[in-house]
């Protein structure tokens, strides 16, 4: 089936970088993006931007941009950098699988909670 | 960019019907049929229910309905359950590659 897996929980201290890992299966990786949403501790979920899997092409929310950096590999892995960290980081990163002719992501990895604290 | 406005919270007793209204703008919900509705458990992964405005996803009970007019995207839930209690984003896109979300709302069923 298809899915999405994320690695472990990361704890950072402020101005740090966090790079997270997305393993896709189940379908064919080139043919999807993969979109980067987080969220943190109690509070609304936050598009940061996608990776074209295919061709490797980047769009960045202008929320994130110069901070986050997007890439995948041939492995079927995809990677969200986000650098210059601060407590306002602190939250669940989610990667997933975009249908972009159709607006929505799915599925979503299981994850991953990133704490920055000193 | 702004999020999509949802109201905090909404609530209904069993049986009874919900709307959850998404508001955007001409450049996202209001020029795009590419409003989706996502449902989160907390501490769980959030779920796309609904895509394209008003296509249900596979395994996605009836009961839960989309629809659009102009800047304003809304969800319908009819004969409300206990278990429909969650919380609900909209997500549109915007133009230029960009999406967006909505800002959440909690679903309490009374």
């Known amino acids: 089936q298809v899915q999405l897996v994320q690695s472990g929980a990361e704890v950072k201290e402020p101005g740090a970088s966090v790079k997270i890992s997305c393993k896709a299966s189940g379908y064919n990786f080139n043919a999807y993006a993969i979109h980067w949403v987080r969220q943190a501790p109690g509070q609304r979920l936050e598009w940061m931007g996608w990776?074209?899997?295919?061709?490797?092409?980047t769009k960045y929310s202008q929320n994130f941009r110069g901070r986050v950096t997007f890439i995948r590999e041939s492995a079927s892995i995809a990677y969200m950098d986000l650098s210059s960290l601060t407590s306002e980081d602190t939250a669940v990163y989610y990667c997933a699988r975009g249908f972009e002719h159709a607006g929505y992501i799915d599925p979503w990895g299981q994850g991953t909670l990133v704490t920055v604290s000193s | 960019q702004s999020a999509l406005t949802q109201p905090a919270s909404v609530s209904g007793s069993p049986g009874q019907s919900i709307t959850i209204s998404c508001t955007g703008t001409s450049s996202d919900v209001g020029s795009y049929n590419l409003v989706s509705w996502y449902q989160q458990f907390p501490g769980r992964v959030p779920k796309v229910m609904i895509s394209?405005?008003?296509e249900r996803h596979s395994g996605i009970s009836n009961r839960f309905s989309g629809s659009k007019s102009a800047n304003v995207a809304s969800l319908t839930i009819s004969g409300l359950q206990p278990e429909d209690e969650a919380d609900y984003y909209c997500?549109?896109?915007?133009?230029?590659?960009?999406?967006?979300f909505g800002g959440g709302t909690k679903l309490t069923v009374l």
């Open positions: 394209e405005v008003t």
């Open positions: 997500s549109s896109y915007a133009g230029s590659g960009n999406w967006v």
């Open positions: 990776i074209n899997s295919g061709n490797g092409n």
